[in-house]
């Protein structure tokens, strides 16, 4: 089985660099670089100045703000303001695409849409050099994928938005989409077991083209359950779907790993997410961690907002009192300080340039 694994990853490899040769940078491990942890989930860029409180509070620096763009807000100048709001704030995007809704249900994405996106994507002034990008939303939910469940037609869909996001800039970190690890088998629902199985036999190599994985650890039953609880439906489901996939598809072991939805649903004591974010989130690989939602005060997700009327909640304060790291991501090169020399040594620089240029000097 090693071998095959080993040869099927070759086979990608070989196949990526004779579809891509133009592409020459690879996406960065972020977590080869001191990397602040601390995250929040936002619905709108008026909560950027909140959650860089509460994710860069405590001496941190570099947290992350998940949120998402449709297709329908591809406004270049409003989300050029957003990613420079970003870069001022040291905050790193983790940005999830999504179409529109219809009839109660998203609809599926277009692949004549690639392009639009990763053009638009690519305009983009990214803060850092890693341009983190989900592809959609739990497709194992009928409601998310056009009132449809189609495992072929995600792994199709994704391979085929990740090769134009590749081609447009290596600099993509793509992820896949967050799913139901509680879903069951139903008109409406598909278990991540039975989707992943169809992803893979539609693509064999399918879950080795991310660049990290993406998971939505809720503490179930109801959104309320004990930190302590283990398995699929817990905190920590994300070590039960990496070990399936790791184990049956290919998943590469050590994985960037992206919490980008968790969270408790109820009332709860806020030294829960103390518990979590210090002894249960501790995984070597983990790279953020970024519970839903910072600011929602309508149902149904009021219940887990970390701000309500506009005033933070126990939740907010506790986590903004946790002591966090000064993240030191690779800054994008629209972000990266000019050279030294250009203030100190130019002078010298074009007293030298004019030396060379004398008609007395010869080689």
């Known amino acids: 089985m090693k071998g095959y694994l080993i040869y099927l990853i070759s086979l990608n490899i070989l196949a990526f660099s004779l579809f891509f040769p133009k592409t020459t940078k690879a996406t960065t491990n972020p977590l080869s670089q001191p990397n602040n942890k601390y995250g929040i989930h936002i619905i709108s860029e008026n909560d950027l100045e909140s959650a860089e409180k509460l994710v860069n509070s405590s001496n941190g620096s570099w947290g992350y703000v998940t949120f998402v763009i449709r297709e329908d807000e591809r406004d270049l100048a409003r989300w050029t303001n957003v990613f420079q709001k970003l870069s001022e704030l040291k905050l790193i995007p983790i940005v999830r695409l999504a179409t529109t809704t219809q009839n109660l249900s998203w609809q599926k994405p277009n692949t004549s849409e690639t392009k639009q996106w990763a053009k638009f994507l690519s ?8 341009r983190y990008i989900i592809l959609f939303n739990e497709p194992n939910h009928a409601k998310e994928w056009g009132g449809d469940i189609n495992p072929t037609e995600y ?9 134009e996001l590749k081609k447009a800039s290596f600099d993509f970190f793509v992820l896949p989409a967050g799913f139901d690890l509680s879903a069951t088998n139903s008109k409406d629902t598909l278990s991540v077991e039975s989707y992943w199985q169809q992803m893979f036999l539609a693509d064999e190599l399918i879950f080795t083209i991310f660049d990290g994985w993406n998971s939505h650890s809720y503490p179930n039953p109801n959104f309320c359950g004990n930190p302590k609880d283990t398995g699929r439906s817990s905190l920590t489901g994300y070590l039960w779907e990496t070990n399936i996939l790791e184990n049956q598809y290919f998943l ?30 501790v995984q070597p690989n983990i790279v953020a961690v970024t519970p ?26 506790l986590v903004q009192s946790l002591a966090k790291i000064k993240g030191e991501p690779i800054l994008s090169k629209s972000q990266q300080p000019l050279p030294q020399f250009i203030s100190s040594d130019f002078p010298k620089l074009l007293l030298d340039y004019k030396t060379w240029l004398s008609p007395n000097v010869s080689l």
């Open 123 to 130: 305009q983009l002034p990214w803060p850092i050099q890693n």
């Open 155 to 163: 792994a199709h869909i994704a391979r085929i938005y990740w090769e």
């Open 292 to 317: 839903f939602i910072l600011n929602y005060e309508h149902f149904p997700f009021n219940h887990f907002s970390w701000l309500k009327n506009n005033e933070t909640t126990p939740t907010y304060t």
């Open 252 to 281: 590469l072991p050590n994985t960037p790993l992206f919490i980008t939805e968790t969270g408790w649903g109820c009332d709860i004591n806020p030294n829960v997410y103390q518990e979590a974010f210090e002894t249960i989130w």
